[in-house]
């Protein structure tokens, strides 16, 4: 399998899958950062999947929802993009375009791996504040800052539960198809971030 991901954060979401790549198979995990908005972001995952001599099995769109309003012609054309039928000989492409959407931020998959965060809203702030108290009291540091540019991956690794994680996400992304079956995208909280985590956590070295 050969994966491209394209996000629109340098720092957090960078930072984070860099350790994914790190224990994939050499090549098989390619990342790409383009800053803007969504309909940025698919422009350079269309460019990227252009130029490579051998096609990407899935390319990744990351992003938080955040106030982006071009987030629902970014899935359609993405769905436009990716073949009818996985491998299908007759497509133009044998390529799949995937939208790794969060609502609200980065920071609410991160929480999913220490608690289940209900079903109301939940904004940025109220995420990082959430995981500086589990953080602080996970490493016995009362002083610990959560910070966007840390090593969150190794933060996660050694002190929350990556299973979890995935479950509770699975059980929002559900909750959100209900309420929003056109645009679950449109929901806070949801997200499509564990599908990527767990295409990536097969693509690791033995």
Known sequence: TFLLIVMNGEQTEKKYFSEFKK???????????RKGDPTKVLAKAQEEASLSKVPYDEVWLVFDKDHY????SVVSE?????????KSPSSETETRFEV??????????FLLHFKDVGSSPIEQKTCERELQKFLRKK???PNFKYEKNGNHYKLLEQ???????????NKLLREAKKKRPDAPWEVNPSTRI???VKKL????SK
């Not at 309003?69 to 629902?72: D, E, G, K, N, V």
Request: glycine content about 10%; cysteine-free.
């Open 23 to 33: 224990r994939a198979d050499q090549g098989s995990v390619i990342l790409k950062v």
């Open 69 to 72: 309003q071009s987030l629902s």
């Open 78 to 86: 993405a769905k436009k993009l990716s073949p009818k039928k996985a």
């Open 100 to 109: 790794g959407w969060i609502n609200n931020s980065f920071e609410l998959w």
């Open 139 to 141: 490493t016995g540091n």
């Open 159 to 169: 002190h929350g539960v990556e299973g979890e994680a995935i479950n509770r996400a």
């Open 194 to 196: 564990h599908e990527l």
């Open 201 to 204: 956590r097969k693509l690791e």
